[in-house]
């Protein structure tokens, strides 16, 4: 049953300014400004595709059949950033809206004219045709208008950005012939989208277990070995290396300008916690094998739960695991290469790092070890024959070889036909 008697429903996925192009649509407006005017009591309201201004105005003019907390929390991008901030600081910023305050959106929720992140239209071309069927029109989805989400978690498929003109409402309809797909990692561009709807699912996050979340999370990685001695430049390095990092320059995200991974260090141990784009972003990349495990685990970290990895928790925090093992991606390095400076090129890593994951890991330590002594030996059997003589050999081999062979391969020393070393008697 519509809520007024010239206004649709709002439907549950839909963004404002969604029902806003619908409403514009079935008017028969010519200008946006005369429709703005009519909703929001200003004719330049709702042109970004984020938070309007004026939104109290606008459940007015809906009959307030829902409330501003509810227009907001449901159908806005504010979803996903309200939950960053205490619940007191959001009963402040929905009070404020309530009474049109200006610069409301910009001061509790990071997003402003000069914001660094854009939420730019992006759309599901199959969600376009189920949403034909199933409601009568296609919907701007808030889940697709969410910082950072670039795949479709019904279809499972990439989304579109449309390009489209500033001071316009737009259908889907009118934005898919000027729309393309964006270019990125199809499972962390779902990774993505999963954690910024887990975020709009959440009440209030706690930060700081957030914060520990990440850091077990990047230890466990292996980028780091302990939070009280960082490489700032690792964190860097491995960010842009990332698949999300490539998503970041992608163009039409929207996330450009944090693809540098430059205030990953201070949202980690300094002041700037609370930025709901940068979160979600740096959640994502942390090497999730599904797209699901990224959400639960995301859902778990905010609410204090511990996120376990399919064993038992142990009694003493202080207590080291005798089971422990390097990260999976240094295990599969050290067993395709023959030497430390291959291994410290392929992690991009120092030879301190690989000798503390050693330290850690004692069966990875025992096959690192054999592997090294097979690579030598065999290097020296490269260059030596069982028939050379032993001048020919000393000739061959440098002295270190020779030293290394005597002291680890006695057997093969004695059948090469070295000389015993043992000085000769005077009488």
């Given at each position: 049953m519509p809520i007024a008697p010239y206004l649709p429903d709002v439907i549950e996925a839909e963004t404002l300014y969604g029902w806003c192009s619908h409403v514009h649509q079935i008017s028969c407006n010519t200008s946006s400004a005369t429709t703005s005017l009519s909703l929001f009591g200003s004719p330049h309201n709702m042109r970004q595709f984020d938070v309007p201004a004026r939104i109290s105005q606008l459940a007015k003019v809906m009959g307030c059949s829902q409330s501003v907390r509810s227009l907001i929390r449901n159908h806005t991008v504010a979803r996903a950033?309200?939950?960053?901030?205490?619940?007191?600081?959001?009963?402040?910023?929905?009070?404020?809206?309530?009474?049109?305050?200006?610069?409301?959106?910009?001061?509790?929720?990071?997003?402003?004219?000069?914001?660094?992140?854009?939420?730019?239209?992006?759309?599901?071309t199959a969600c376009v045709e189920s949403d034909r069927k199933v409601h009568g029109r296609?919907?701007?989805?808030?889940?697709?208008?969410?910082?950072?989400?670039?795949?479709?978690?019904?279809?499972?498929?990439?989304?579109?950005?449309?390009?489209?003109?500033?001071?316009?409402?737009?259908?889907?309809?009118?934005?898919?012939?000027?729309?393309?797909?964006?270019?990125?990692?199809l499972l962390s561009g779902l990774a993505c989208a999963a954690v910024s709807r887990a975020a709009g699912q959440q009440a209030a996050i706690d930060v700081q277990n957030l914060v520990r979340?990440?850091?077990?999370?990047?230890?466990?990685?292996?980028?780091?070995?302990?939070?009280?001695?960082?490489a700032h430049r690792r964190l860097v390095?491995?960010?842009?290396?990332?698949?999300?990092?490539?998503?970041?320059?992608a163009h039409g995200t929207g996330l450009a300008a944090i693809a540098d991974g430059s205030w990953i260090a201070g949202h980690l141990w300094k002041h700037h916690r609370t930025n709901a784009a940068r979160w979600i972003v740096l959640w994502s990349a942390l090497d999730w094998d599904t797209w699901s495990e990224a959400e639960t685990s995301f859902a778990d970290a905010c609410s204090g739960r511990p996120i376990l990895n399919c064993?038992?928790?142990?009694?003493?925090?202080?207590?080291?695991?005798?089971?422990?093992?390097?990260?999976?991606?240094?295990?599969?390095?050290?067993?395709?290469?023959?030497?430390?400076?291959?291994?410290?090129?392929?992690?991009g890593c120092t030879r301190g790092d690989i000798t503390?994951?050693?330290?850690?890991?004692?069966?990875?330590?025992?096959?690192?070890?054999?592997?090294?002594?097979?690579?030598r030996l065999q290097d020296i059997l490269d260059h030596v024959h069982v028939n050379h003589l032993a001048q020919e050999l000393q000739v061959t081999l440098a002295e270190r070889d020779v030293r290394w062979l005597k002291l680890k391969q006695p057997?093969?020393?004695?059948?090469?036909?070295?000389?015993?070393?043992?000085?000769?008697?005077?009488?």
């Open positions: 950033y309200l939950p960053f901030t205490s619940l007191s600081e959001q009963m402040e910023t929905i009070d404020a809206a309530e009474r049109c305050a200006p610069f409301w959106v910009r001061a509790a929720l990071q997003v402003s004219r000069s914001r660094f992140v854009e939420h730019p239209l992006r759309l599901c296609p919907i701007w989805h808030v889940d697709h208008q969410l910082p950072g989400a670039c795949g479709c978690l019904i279809h499972e498929s990439v989304l579109s950005v449309a390009i489209a003109p500033t001071k316009r409402w737009l259908t889907p309809d009118e934005a898919a012939p000027i729309s393309h797909p964006l270019d990125c990692h979340a990440a850091c077990d999370r990047l230890i466990q990685m292996g980028v780091l070995h302990s939070t009280k001695g960082v390095d491995w960010f842009t290396r990332s698949p999300v990092g490539q998503i970041c320059t064993k038992q928790r142990p009694l003493w925090d202080s207590l080291e695991d005798p089971n422990a093992r390097a990260p999976q991606r240094v295990q599969m390095a050290l067993t395709v290469c023959n030497s430390y400076a291959e291994a410290m090129n392929h992690l503390r994951w050693l330290k850690k890991d004692e069966q990875l330590r025992h096959q690192w070890k054999l592997r090294l002594l097979q690579s057997d093969l020393y004695a059948q090469i036909g070295m000389p015993s070393g043992r000085q000769k008697s005077l009488f």
